[in-house]
């Protein structure tokens, strides 16, 4: 299959443009690994792309296309691309299914973070730790873009992921609003000490700007440290809320 037809034109807008992936409701998984925690996942393959001599994945009862010499390279989002590329359709959810959910016990907010390495590491740590859920406010990096779905090492396939919520939805629904900061505010709290084991959203804010001190919250949480760095990385500091959210809900 060459470069110019339809079906390879289609996989690079799909790799590109996040308004072609939200119109189509699909999205681009790069590399056997991944593919292969999609299905496991239950993620529904539409089609593969194969570069010349590489294997499709099994298990995917999907199309697949065999590429022509060179196309991959000029398809793929990575200087050395993975030889099998999918096509695979986003899970259909609405903030109304969380809402509905007697199960949610905590989820994560993330509030316009716009780095795609940060959010699929906070989708790791929040689906490792046992999240019900990750809701994406407006204006925050795409879930489903090339970089965050690898970054996520599958934790996307395994967590639901809801998109343009807002945080006072989440507070409508009944979950205890958290914010993380790395300067004491006003009804703030050292993680360890608050009380995170009733129904909770961690909420965490951009990378340079932090949440808006005007976000209504129940509380802020502070993470204590004793070098001279002003703050975490967003992604750390959700690595470390997440398992104290897990440690408490275990008790």
Same mark, same amino acid.
């Given at each position: 299959?060459?470069?110019?037809?339809?079906?390879?034109?289609?996989?690079?807008?799909?790799?590109?443009?996040?308004?072609?992936?939200?119109?189509?409701?699909? &999205?681009?998984?790069?590399?056997?690994?991944?593919?292969?925690?999609?299905?496991?996942?239950?993620?529904?393959?539409?089609?593969?792309?194969?570069?010349?001599?590489?294997?499709?994945?099994?298990?995917?009862?999907?199309?697949?296309?065999?590429?022509?010499?060179?196309?991959?390279?000029?398809?793929?989002?990575?200087?050395?691309?993975?030889?099998?590329?999918?096509?695979?359709?986003?899970?259909?959810?609405?903030?109304?299914?969380?809402?509905?959910?007697?199960?949610?016990?905590?989820?994560?907010?993330?509030? /316009?973070?716009?780095?795609?390495?940060?959010?699929?590491?906070?989708?790791?740590?929040?689906?490792?730790?046992?999240?019900?859920?990750?809701?994406?406010?407006?204006?925050?990096?795409?879930?489903?873009?090339? /970089?965050?779905?690898?970054?996520?090492?599958?934790?996307?396939?395994?967590?639901?992921?809801?998109?343009?919520?807002?945080?006072?939805?989440?507070?409508?629904?009944?979950?205890?609003?958290?914010?993380?900061?790395?300067?004491?505010?006003?009804?703030?709290?050292?993680?360890?000490?608050?009380?995170?084991?009733? /129904?909770?959203?961690?909420?965490?804010?951009?990378?340079?700007?932090?949440?808006?001190?005007?976000?209504?919250?129940?509380?802020?949480?502070?993470?204590?440290?004793?070098?001279?760095?002003?703050?975490?990385?967003?992604?750390?500091?959700?690595?470390?809320?997440? &398992?104290?959210? /897990?440690?408490?809900?275990?008790?």
């Amino acid at each position: 299959m060459a470069f110019t037809s339809n079906r390879v034109q289609r996989l690079r807008r799909l790799c590109n443009d996040k308004a072609e992936r939200a119109q189509e409701n699909a &999205f681009v998984i790069e590399g056997a690994t991944l593919i292969d925690e999609a299905i496991r996942a239950g993620i529904a393959i539409e089609s593969q792309f194969v570069a010349p001599g590489a294997s499709p994945c099994s298990g995917a009862g999907s199309a697949v296309n065999d590429l022509a010499d060179g196309v991959m390279e000029r398809i793929a989002s990575t200087a050395s691309p993975q030889p099998v590329i999918a096509i695979a359709l986003k899970p259909k959810l609405h903030i109304t299914d969380l809402a509905l959910a007697t199960n949610a016990q905590w989820i994560v907010v993330v509030d /316009k973070i716009s780095d795609p390495g940060n959010l699929g590491t906070i989708l790791r740590s929040a689906e490792a730790a046992g999240a019900t859920a990750i809701a994406l406010t407006s204006g925050t990096v795409d879930a489903f873009s090339p /970089k965050v779905v690898r970054a996520s090492a599958g934790a996307l396939f395994n967590i639901p992921v809801y998109e343009g919520v807002t945080v006072e939805e989440i507070g409508e629904m009944g979950f205890a609003l958290w914010g993380s900061s790395s300067h004491e505010m006003q009804n703030s709290s050292v993680f360890t000490a608050a009380d995170l084991s009733g /129904k909770v959203a961690i909420v965490l804010g951009n990378e340079a700007h932090g949440l808006s001190t005007n976000t209504k919250l129940d509380g802020w949480l502070t993470i204590p440290h004793a070098g001279r760095g002003e703050s975490l990385n967003v992604a750390m500091a959700a690595t470390l809320l997440c &398992f104290e959210v /897990k440690r408490q809900h275990d008790i």
